[in-house]
């Protein structure tokens, strides 16, 4: 059973950035697709950013992508949305996702799932 827990939300104006980080324990990192994924206030849940079990690959939901960058250190168990540029329309609860690294990338649906942190961007 894998956990992952995410930090580092919080409120910024437009145009700047922020870094999201999410720690994963109770499995073998390197094994799992990891991705982040986003829920603004009246919307559904949507996909941002997944990365590769080994990082090599990434896949960007066109809403962010050149904006956003996701990369994950497998040593720290750890992954990062580091996000730029950033838009009113980015305020959203962020999730944090992972799966067993089988099958297509990036999945279809991620087994483990965290709390979530808040984005607040103002205008």
């Known amino acids: 059973q894998v956990q992952v827990v995410e930090s580092g939300g919080g409120l910024v104006q437009a145009g700047g950035s922020l870094r999201l980080s999410c720690a994963a324990s109770g499995g073998s990192f390197s094994m799992y697709y990891m991705g982040w994924f986003r829920q603004a206030p009246g919307k559904e849940r949507e996909p941002a950013a997944h990365i590769s079990n080994g990082g090599r690959s990434t896949y960007y939901a066109d809403s962010v992508k050149g904006r956003f960058s996701i990369t994950r250190d497998n040593a720290k168990n750890t992954v990062y949305l580091q996000m730029n540029s950033l838009k009113p329309e980015d305020t959203a609860v962020y999730y944090c996702?992972?799966?067993?690294?089988?099958?297509?990338?990036?999945?279809?649906?991620?087994?483990?799932w965290g709390q979530g942190t808040q984005v607040t961007v103002s205008s």
């Open positions: 996702a992972a799966k067993r690294a089988l099958g297509a990338f990036p999945p279809r649906e991620y087994d483990y």
